[in-house]
């Protein structure tokens, strides 16, 4: 897998340099529209206290926001996680205070946010509870939307724990809260939590400014680099985008989820503010939403530098919007590069490896030639003239540089984002899935017309030469944009499972989370008879393959989709 990165980020970065088809505005609509047009940067509570949080601290958290120097570096939202509300909404159907924790109520810790120059976030779920079991505002919709704007809220955290109740998918939920915050006339930043649950795919620009492409960030690096690679690598698309680089922009941003600086648990001493310094680094570079997670009343001076970088938040900040996306990465060893309005760009020379490595840029890699001036955001030094290239010798593990690149100018471009037709159905009559790249996967990626071992697919003595191949649990969606009326597909367990192997296949609509289960093959083993597919689809935009296997491989033959307009 490695290998087939390192050759696409080869071919993109030889691909002759294209403007990005897709600088556009957002789509969000009404006063949404002018949200959010850089990264959002704040604090949130989950990092630091997760359920221990009251008004005593987060006005201390407040104080501490103004007078670190985190507001007027740019931490502007100040939200409140889970937690914060009672057990029970009042007689009307509204949400009240944790009653012990908030005695002043909601609004009044509002306005105490806001008489500090900030701005207002809270927590929020889409199912009937929240992750911590307190009222989610399933069926209450409406009147929690107007709560919040009556109590001055700025930004929603909505999370979608027990949200595979509500019988709608995620774009359905989340479309429904649009509305509602926009009937309060409030522009107020949505932010979806949603464990990343492709939210570029089914369009949840429509309805927020920033999604989360992982599952919860722990403050260790293997998890800060996993949370990278959702949005940076091939975690949650498939390898040919590199990253979900193409699906962000300013007023929609791509989340890895909230920040752990000064929280590292698995380095010590100096080591910890490397490993702080290479987060921080990798969230600027990614225009990642900047929501700080830790204690800001103990924070150290060497924490806050790190938070504070004026140099690393204007990478973050920079108002064209373009996220970073890798040039080279061969498993240890990676390079970022993020071009900026100013004619520059960013780049990040990053080692991941347990071994002492050198890290190269080539100006041919980040659309560059000749003789270059590079200065150093970190150190805030210049650097020099280089020519050709840039190398950062010697970096140990989590080592790094950041670096801005050239001289200003008109914006240099990026490479072309993805065309529609790789990736979506474009054209009548059938179109093979494994023609298409999905457009998110978890778990293991399914194998391209061979099985997952990388053999023909066979099934009753019939070779197919299209379909998937898959290990285990893999599911995996490919965008349809509503041209699909029929999928048809054989299914079965490849002859290579274990004797006493077992595995289902699913097919869905969109996501887990609506459990809109289009055909379920229920379970099968080694022995039984291939099961054929062949299923009407109404207005699919997102079509989810699901293979559940228990010491299995499973294979997917012929998958395609079928559009029968003329
Ligand atoms: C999780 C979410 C966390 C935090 C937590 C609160 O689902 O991903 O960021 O909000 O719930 O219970």
């Not at 290998?3 to 691909?15: F, M, S």
């Not at 939307?145 to 774009?171: H, P, Q």
């Not at 760009?345 to 041919?364: F, H, I, M, Q, S």
Request: hydrophobic share 35%; charged share 25%; aromatic share 10%.
């Amino acid at each position: 897998m490695k290998n087939a990165l390192v050759t696409t980020l080869a071919l993109i970065a030889t691909c002759p340099w294209i403007c990005r088809a897709d600088e556009e505005t957002s789509t969000s609509g009404g006063t949404a529209a002018q949200l959010a047009m850089t990264p959002p940067m704040g604090w949130n509570s989950w990092n630091a206290f997760e359920k221990d949080i009251d008004e005593k601290k987060i006005k201390a958290i407040a104080d501490a926001m103004v007078r670190s120097g985190m507001r007027d570096a740019g931490y502007i939202y100040l939200v409140l996680d889970d937690a914060w509300m009672a057990k029970r909404r009042d007689r009307k159907g509204r949400l009240m205070a944790d009653p012990e924790k908030f005695p002043n109520g909601m609004k009044a810790i509002g306005d105490y946010i806001h008489r500090k120059g900030l701005k207002y976030g809270l927590y929020q779920d889409r199912g009937k509870m929240t992750c911590q079991q307190l009222p989610g505002s399933f069926g209450h919709e409406k009147i929690d939307m107007e709560t919040f704007a009556a109590w001055g809220v700025d930004y929603i955290k909505l999370d979608s724990c027990f949200a595979e109740s509500n019988g709608r998918m995620s774009s359905e939920d989340y479309a429904i809260y649009r509305k509602h915050i926009r009937a309060t006339g409030r522009p107020i930043v949505l932010s979806i939590s949603d464990f990343g649950n492709a939210a570029w795919a089914w369009g949840g620009k429509e309805s927020a400014q920033l999604w989360r492409t992982s599952n919860d960030i722990y403050p260790w690096m293997g998890s800060i680099y996993a949370c990278a690679d959702t949005s940076a690598g091939d975690r949650a698309i498939h390898p040919a985008f590199n990253g979900l680089w193409q699906f962000a922009g300013p007023g929609h941003w791509n989340d890895p989820d909230m920040l752990h600086v000064g929280n590292l648990k698995d380095l010590k001493g100096d080591r910890k503010k490397v490993g702080d310094r290479a987060h921080f680094s990798l969230w600027c570079i990614l225009a990642a939403p900047l929501m700080a997670g830790n204690d800001l009343r103990t924070m150290s001076d060497d924490v806050r530098h790190v938070l504070t970088a004026p140099e690393l938040i204007a990478v973050n900040q920079d108002q064209r919007g373009v996220q970073g996306y890798k040039v080279f990465d061969d498993g240890d060893r990676e390079v970022y590069n993020k071009p900026l309005s100013d004619g520059t760009t960013a780049v990040l020379l990053l080692n991941k490896g347990a071994e002492k490595a050198d890290v190269t840029v080539r100006w041919d890699q980040i659309g560059l030639s000749g003789t270059q001036p590079v200065r150093d955001l970190w150190a805030r030094r210049d650097l020099g003239e280089c020519e050709d290239s840039f190398t950062a010798r010697d970096l140990g593990q989590h080592e790094h540089r950041m670096l801005k690149v050239g001289r200003p100018g008109p914006p240099l471009p990026t490479p072309a984002p993805m065309p529609l037709e790789k990736y979506t159905v474009t054209r009548p009559g059938e179109t093979y899935l494994s023609d298409l790249y999905y457009i998110w996967k978890a778990r293991n990626a399914p194998a391209y017309d061979a099985t997952f071992g990388g053999g023909p697919i066979t099934i009753g003595g019939r070779i197919y030469k299209k379909g998937f191949g898959c290990k285990g649990k893999s599911a995996f969606m490919f965008k349809v944009a509503g041209r699909a009326d029929r999928f048809r597909a054989v299914v079965a367990l490849d002859g290579t499972s274990q004797e006493n192997a077992q595995g289902r296949f699913r097919v869905y609509n969109e996501d887990f989370f609506a459990n809109k289960i289009l055909w379920d093959s229920r379970e099968m083993t080694k022995n039984s008879p291939a099961r054929e597919i062949d299923i009407e689809l109404d207005d699919v935009q997102c079509l989810m393959l699901v293979f559940d296997g228990d010491k299995a491989f499973g294979n997917w033959a012929n998958a395609r989709v079928i559009d029968e307009s003329d």
